[in-house]
């Protein structure tokens, strides 16, 4: 079960809500029915990208082998109540929320991919530059250029989540919306913006790391384990 969890990604900061210490507990009965609870680092945590997590668990949970029941809550968290009460009944976002949702959270999530695309690309591309590869270089390379690694693979991943061109013969750079490459001439500002969107992103992340460690008093906690 924690590994079907371990999918399931901070939309923010495109990491798996179990290395992020977001999973507080997870059992599962003999009889299949499976029970998970979420925490976040602040009480006041954007209740959209909270529900997307516990939407994402939700489903993840319910689609592994065996699985008769899942409950997914999120707790000390101010809306909770919306939250865990429009997960239980499968309602979207805008269902839950009401008048106070502005509409579903589709083109929210694609838009955090987009960034987890650009960040993702800073990360592949900075070993080639450490290499000697100039942005020249970079300009023409595709996916299939690349050294494999975990990073690269991620990317593919995030690019295909998106729609965009993520096999061995797709350009190395690409535009995180419309999926074309990147010239040589806007190849300077889109590196710029692909190391600025990593730093941010990777700041943050040890911000909420910080922020759920004090409030739960987590440092120094053993690895989450599943409990039936």
């Known amino acids: ?37 979420l925490r976040l680092p602040t009480f006041f945590c954007a209740p959209n990208f909270a529900f997307l997590m516990v939407a994402d668990a939700y489903d993840a949970a319910s689609a592994v082998e065996g699985v008769r ?19 239980a009944a499968r309602s979207g976002f805008a269902d ?14 694609a838009d955090f991919v987009r960034k987890a695309v650009l960040a993702g690309t800073d ?6 530059l450490a290499e000697g590869r100039t942005t020249d270089d970079l300009a ?8 494999p690694s975990a990073e690269l693979e991620r990317l593919r991943a995030r690019r295909a989540e998106l729609g965009l061109p993520a096999g061995d013969s797709s350009a190395l750079l690409v535009d995180a919306t419309t999926g074309e490459a990147v010239g040589v001439q806007a190849l300077p500002l889109h590196l710029r913006k692909a190391r600025l969107t990593r730093v941010n992103t990777e700041a943050n992340g040890s911000v909420c790391r910080g922020m759920l460690s004090h409030r739960y008093s987590t440092r120094g906690e053993g690895q989450l384990e599943e409990s039936r």
């Open 123 to 128: 990360r592949v591309c900075r070993p080639l």
């Open 1 to 37: 079960m924690l590994t079907a969890l371990a999918t399931v990604r901070d939309p923010e900061l495109d990491e798996p809500v179990t290395d992020l210490g977001f999973v507080s507990s997870c059992t599962v009965s003999d009889e299949g029915d499976v029970q998970v609870h």
């Open 96 to 109: 839950s929320f009401g008048d106070l949702a502005a509409g579903e959270l589709d083109e929210l999530r």
């Open 69 to 87: 029941r899942t409950e997914v809550v999120l707790d000390d968290h101010f809306a909770s109540d919306a939250i865990n009460r429009g997960i």
């Open 140 to 147: 023409l390379m595709t996916l299939g250029d690349v050294p």
